[in-house]
């Protein structure tokens, strides 16, 4: 594809709900980004993959939220048992090296939860 | 936590009237970079600005950087309707376990709100 692509473009959640956002970054990109964004607010940086290896999680608030990225392409950002406070914004985004650079975004998923 | 902040937190001008956006950070960089989001979409980035550089131009976009103050401000010149976004400055700062190098993990400011009127 032509871009960064993240599904779905919203999601609606009861709380206590398990959610699953799919990323697909620009084919061959080898550095993938996830950010949360609060209504309001600039993004939150929230894990880092260098190609399937996880190197920087630090950014997750909680150990509800895990990310995968098994092949080295598309990743999978996991909330469970969802929470009021995870409504955001998830967005995702990737670079083609390994250093750092321009970071293409998908257009993001809206979460809300009830 | 939020590192870069950007000022004004909102800017309303008129098209054809320059726009410019300061944003301040709190520790070292490796580079500074500026992102427009147009609403309920993905963020686009418009320039990056390395530390060992003091400025930058891309079409009508220019950007400064002072280290010594750590700010930067963007510069738009001629503005124009399409422009009405919201823009966030984010640092990528050198990681301390890497020799100074980064992968590029960013921090944004909270953004300045720019509405240009035709």
């Known amino acids: 594809g032509a871009g960064v692509s993240q599904s779905p473009r919203y999601k609606v959640a009861k709380r206590g709900q398990d959610v699953a956002l799919r990323c697909d970054p620009i084919?061959?990109?080898?550095?993938l980004f996830w950010y949360q964004q609060a209504l309001g607010q600039g993004p939150e940086f929230l894990t880092y993959?260098?190609?399937?290896?996880?190197?920087?999680k630090s950014g997750l608030p909680s150990d509800r939220f895990f990310a995968e990225r098994p092949e080295g392409s598309v990743s999978t950002l996991k909330i469970q048992r969802t929470q009021q406070e995870d409504s955001a914004v998830y967005l995702c985004?990737?670079?083609?090296?390994?250093?750092?650079?321009?970071?293409?975004f998908g257009p993001g998923t809206r979460l809300t939860v009830l | 936590s939020q590192q870069g902040e950007e000022d004004p937190q909102a800017l309303s001008i008129q098209e054809g009237e320059n726009a410019t956006m300061n944003c301040s950070y709190k520790?070292?960089?490796?580079?500074l970079q500026w992102y427009r989001q147009n609403s309920g979409r993905g963020l686009v980035h418009l320039i990056l600005?390395?530390?060992?550089?003091r400025e930058k131009h891309s079409g009508r976009l220019r950007v400064t950087l002072d280290t010594s103050k750590k700010s930067s401000s963007l510069l738009i010149t001629a503005s124009r309707a399409a422009d009405t976004a919201s823009y966030f400055c984010?640092?990528?700062?050198?990681?301390?376990?890497?020799?100074?190098?980064?992968?590029?993990?960013?921090?944004f400011g909270q953004g300045t709100i720019l509405t240009v009127h035709p």
């Open positions: 985004a990737s670079s083609p090296g390994v250093v750092s650079d321009e970071q293409f």
């Open positions: 084919s061959g990109h080898v550095s």
């Open positions: 600005i390395r530390s060992n550089e």
């Open positions: 993959f260098q190609n399937e290896a996880q190197l920087d």
């Open positions: 984010a640092t990528d700062a050198p990681r301390t376990d890497a020799g100074g190098t980064s992968y590029g993990k960013l921090t």
């Open positions: 520790t070292s960089i490796n580079n």
